[in-house]
């Protein structure tokens, strides 16, 4: 076994290889740029080697720095989790011609399965399903055209380096196609070095499905079952689920049998994952193979009790597996919900700031039989940076069935407190609760099909709005109570607190009426009483509240005279005021947004890469105006209206903050 292991990577997955090894007895050496000086994993480990700025182009994906890293630690193995270099064959022989291991495939494989192309050449030779397509490499726009149009629109427009969602295009049309492969390449060249490009068709209603598969250095491969990856944005997976709610026992063991197949046929060892999209028959098609740790990997740890991260140690160490296909079980059902940093509420756009309160759920089993589990590589004041992937943490829920694990999910989003930047909860426990989710009824396309116009909340329903009613009147009722309390005060001269308040959520105004039970507060409305009881104290930003029967977390704040209240994906401001005042604030005017018509502003923290248009010059609606990136990610700004530019307020190569002004229109 290794004696110590070096982890060629960041963030959470850092973490999480570190978490085994130390349970293995192998000492961890942790890898670091500028920005990365006081992070978590950089803390865990039992050495930190700096390896240069904060770019990932000079630190974590600088294959020299690496290896002088290893060099002065004398680290035997290197894990490169997912992302930056972990399929990077140059790398994986780099480390071996220096007799360090690679704890993931041999290069051969990483290579083969790397480029997308050869992959689908080699799975149509090993017998196993592909989507029609050309693998050839697509020289520029006016070919990729062609192309789409002979294989029939809609079609895909992919980076053969591609992964994460990046460098993919869907396009519809000639114009779509044209503009996606100049896209495609542009976002490629710069997240990958490599902006080659192919065109498969795009399946419609696709589910995407993958099989984790796992070999060692002797030939003996299994697979672990499937993950449901369907709920994705712009191609970015966002929860995760095992099994899948799809397949039936004979697609499972199909899929299975596929992905034994081909990474066989490229002598795979390790752990890896054949990605397939599923159509509305079962009928199922390769799509690549990641020759690396999945982001999803965890729920699959969860329904197989299997360590993924010790078995990839063990097989690079030159152990045999431990166990055979007919050892593998499939027990209760697991989800991954990942937590961004990105604005819903801004069309999920990239958020960078400082964690000022980060409070996850408490990990383990709960009392209704659920596991909560929750990988992730920051704490409370960690920096959130513009440089790398904008993930927070993957929180990771098990119940013995689907629904458990969803309401264990729903319940634990709840409990999760994140400040300081934009996040993507609200968003997640609105899809928790979503019944199209809860059904089953996936596909890739969900997200597109479900938020058509973006995400602004949960609307409550007049259930929810009677619950936050009466939380907000309970509140308000300890609150009142607890200032007539002050020391001193004669008794027959305190402030008496009235029972009767009007509510107001929005635009909805609700008389109550308050008073006190044994251990809780009756508010009554509509002519029927809710009993409320919780843990609730000033100051806190989340509490525990009985709601008849019904126990939930409820994170809560003061907002200006009224009370924050934050639930299953509704953000609401509840006023609590006297009949009379209620009704003078009734007559009070609104306060009107400033007028930002004329101005098209940075939409998120980024770099201004390229302006498309110049002053005076007369655009049409849809017209390209300018692109922005930002983590990694290329955001093209387009013209709602026709307009003629007035003013340009901003260069390329500018970096802007969130809402600075890039052009004004006339």
Same mark, same amino acid.
């Given at each position: 076994?290794?004696?110590?292991?070096?982890?060629?990577?960041?963030?959470?997955?850092?973490?999480r290889?570190?978490?085994?090894?130390?349970?293995?007895?192998?000492?961890?050496?942790?890898?670091?740029s500028?920005a990365?000086?006081?992070?978590?994993?950089?803390?865990?480990?039992?050495?930190?080697?700096?390896?240069?700025?904060?770019?990932?182009?000079?630190s974590?994906?600088?294959?020299?720095?690496?290896? %002088?890293?290893?060099?002065?630690t004398?680290?035997?193995?290197?894990?490169?989790?997912?992302?930056?270099?972990?399929?990077?064959?140059?790398?994986?022989?780099?480390?071996?011609? /220096?007799?360090?291991?690679?704890?993931?495939?041999?290069?051969?494989?990483?290579?083969?399965?790397?480029?997308?192309?050869?992959?689908?050449?080699?799975?149509?030779?090993?017998?196993?399903?592909? *989507?029609?397509?050309?693998?050839?490499?697509i020289?520029?726009?006016?070919?990729?055209?062609?192309?789409?149009?002979?294989?029939?629109?809609?079609?895909?427009?992919?980076?053969?380096?591609?992964?994460?969602?990046?460098?993919?295009?869907?396009?519809?049309?000639?114009?779509?196609?044209?503009?996606?492969?100049?896209? #495609?390449?542009?976002?490629?060249?710069?997240?990958?070095?490599?902006?080659?490009?192919?065109?498969?068709?795009?399946?419609?209603?696709?589910?995407?499905?993958?099989?984790?598969?796992?070999?060692?250095?002797?030939?003996?491969?299994?697979?672990?079952?499937?993950?449901?990856?369907? /709920?994705?944005?712009?191609?970015?997976?966002?929860?995760?689920?095992?099994?899948?709610?799809?397949?039936d026992?004979?697609?499972?063991?199909?899929?299975?049998k596929q992905a034994?197949?081909?990474?066989?046929?490229?002598?795979?060892?390790?752990?890896?994952?054949?990605?397939?999209?599923?159509?509305?028959?079962?009928?199922?098609?390769?799509?690549?193979?990641?020759?690396?740790?999945?982001?999803?990997?965890?729920v699959?740890?969860?329904?197989?009790?299997?360590?993924?991260?010790?078995e990839?140690?063990?097989?690079?160490?030159?152990?045999?597996?431990?166990?055979?296909?007919e050892d *593998?079980?499939?027990?209760?059902?697991?989800?991954?919900?990942?937590?961004?940093?990105? %604005?819903?509420?801004?069309?999920?756009?990239?958020?960078?700031?400082?964690?000022?309160?980060?409070?996850?759920?408490?990990?383990?089993?709960?009392?209704?039989?659920?596991?909560?589990?929750?990988?992730t590589?920051?704490v409370?004041?960690?920096?959130?940076?513009?440089?790398?992937d904008?993930?927070?943490?993957?929180?990771?829920?098990?119940?013995?069935?689907?629904?458990?694990?969803?309401?264990?999910?729903?319940?634990?989003?709840?409990?999760?407190?994140?400040?300081?930047?934009?996040?993507?909860?609200?968003?997640?426990?609105?899809?928790?609760?979503?019944?199209?989710?809860?059904?089953?009824?996936?596909?890739t396309?969900?997200?597109a099909?479900?938020?058509?116009?973006?995400?602004?909340?949960?609307?409550?329903?007049?259930?929810?709005?009677?619950?936050?009613?009466?939380?907000?009147?309970?509140?308000?009722?300890?609150l009142?109570?607890?200032?007539?309390?002050?020391?001193?005060?004669?008794?027959?001269?305190?402030?008496?607190?009235?029972?009767?308040?009007? *509510?107001?959520?929005?635009?909805?105004?609700?008389?109550?009426?308050?008073?006190?039970?044994?251990?809780?507060?009756?508010?009554?409305?509509?002519?029927?009483?809710?009993?409320?009881?919780?843990?609730?104290?000033?100051?806190?930003h989340?509490?525990?509240?009985?709601?008849?029967?019904?126990?939930?977390?409820?994170?809560?704040?003061?907002s200006?005279?009224?009370?924050?209240?934050?639930?299953?994906?509704?953000?609401?401001?509840?006023?609590?005021?006297?009949?009379?005042?209620?009704?003078?604030?009734?007559?009070?005017?609104?306060?009107?947004?400033?007028?930002?018509?004329?101005?098209?502003?940075?939409?998120m923290?980024?770099?201004?890469?390229?302006?498309?248009?110049?002053?005076?010059? #007369?655009?049409?609606?849809?017209?390209?105006?300018?692109?922005?990136?930002?983590?990694?990610?290329?955001?093209?700004?387009?013209?709602?209206?026709?307009?003629?530019?007035?003013?340009?307020a901003?260069?390329?190569?500018? #970096?802007?903050?969130? %809402?600075?002004?890039?052009?004004?229109?006339?």
């Open positions: 076994m290794f004696k110590k292991i070096l982890i060629a990577n960041r963030g959470e997955i850092a973490c290889v570190i978490k085994t090894a130390q349970r293995l007895g192998i000492a961890t050496v942790a890898v670091y500028d990365d000086r006081d992070a978590l994993h950089v803390r865990q480990a039992d050495e930190a080697v700096h390896i240069g700025p904060a770019a990932s182009a000079q974590y994906l600088r294959v020299a720095n690496i290896l %002088d890293a290893v060099a002065a004398g680290a035997d193995a290197v894990h490169p989790g997912y992302g930056f270099l972990s399929e990077n064959s140059n790398f994986a022989e780099a480390l071996k011609a /220096i007799g360090v291991a690679f704890i993931g495939p041999s290069p051969v494989a990483i290579e083969a399965m790397g480029d997308k192309i050869t992959s689908k050449q080699i799975a149509a030779s090993a017998g196993v399903s592909t *989507v029609p397509g050309h693998m050839g490499l020289e520029d726009a006016e070919e990729a055209v062609r192309i789409a149009s002979e294989i029939g629109f809609p079609v895909m427009i992919k980076a053969s380096a591609g992964g994460g969602g990046k460098g993919m295009r869907i396009a519809w049309n000639d114009g779509e196609a044209r503009e996606g492969f100049h896209s #495609s390449r542009n976002e490629a060249k710069n997240a990958f070095g490599d902006d080659r490009i192919f065109i498969e068709k795009f399946v419609t209603e696709p589910r995407h499905i993958e099989i984790q598969v796992l070999g060692d250095q002797y030939g003996n491969i299994v697979h672990l079952g499937e993950r449901e990856c369907s /709920i994705q944005r712009r191609n970015q997976k966002i929860i995760e689920e095992a099994p899948s709610p799809f397949l026992e004979a697609t499972r063991q199909a899929m299975g034994i197949a081909l990474a066989k046929a490229v002598g795979y060892h390790s752990a890896g994952t054949v990605e397939f999209i599923v159509d509305r028959d079962r009928n199922f098609y390769f799509l690549e193979m990641n020759t690396r740790l999945q982001v999803e990997h965890p699959t740890e969860l329904v197989t009790g299997i360590d993924l991260v010790e990839m140690i063990r097989i690079a160490a030159g152990q045999k597996l431990r166990f055979g296909q *593998v079980r499939l027990n209760g059902w697991a989800i991954e919900s990942r937590l961004y940093a990105e %604005d819903p509420y801004r069309n999920f756009l990239p958020s960078i700031g400082r964690l000022t309160r980060y409070r996850p759920p408490a990990e383990g089993a709960r009392a209704d039989g659920s596991l909560i589990r929750n990988d590589g920051v409370e004041g960690s920096e959130i940076s513009m440089h790398y904008p993930m927070i943490a993957k929180l990771c829920t098990w119940a013995p069935d689907r629904l458990g694990a969803i309401n264990a999910m729903a319940a634990a989003l709840d409990d999760f407190e994140v400040e300081g930047i934009g996040h993507n909860l609200p968003f997640l426990a609105a899809v928790m609760d979503h019944p199209r989710f809860r059904g089953g009824r996936l596909s396309a969900f997200i099909e479900e938020f058509p116009d973006g995400f602004a909340g949960v609307i409550p329903t007049d259930g929810d709005e009677r619950k936050l009613t009466a939380v907000a009147a309970h509140i308000n009722w300890k009142q109570h607890r200032n007539v309390l002050i020391s001193g005060a004669m008794d027959n001269h305190r402030r008496k607190v009235s029972s009767d308040w009007i *509510v107001t959520l929005g635009d909805h105004a609700f008389p109550v009426a308050v008073c006190n039970q044994e251990d809780a507060t009756a508010v009554t409305f509509h002519g029927s009483v809710l009993s409320i009881g919780s843990d609730w104290l000033p100051g806190w989340i509490a525990h509240f009985q709601i008849g029967t019904e126990t939930t977390s409820i994170k809560t704040s003061r200006g005279t009224g009370f924050r209240l934050r639930w299953r994906g509704m953000d609401v401001v509840a006023h609590v005021r006297s009949p009379p005042i209620a009704e003078l604030a009734r007559l009070m005017p609104k306060k009107q947004p400033p007028d930002t018509s004329k101005l098209l502003l940075c939409p923290p980024g770099v201004v890469t390229a302006i498309a248009v110049s002053e005076g010059e #007369s655009v049409e609606a849809g017209q390209v105006l300018a692109t922005v990136e930002a983590m990694k990610m290329e955001n093209v700004l387009r013209a709602e209206r026709r307009a003629v530019i007035k003013r340009i901003a260069k390329a190569g500018a #970096s802007l903050a969130v %809402d600075e002004p890039i052009l004004e229109f006339e």
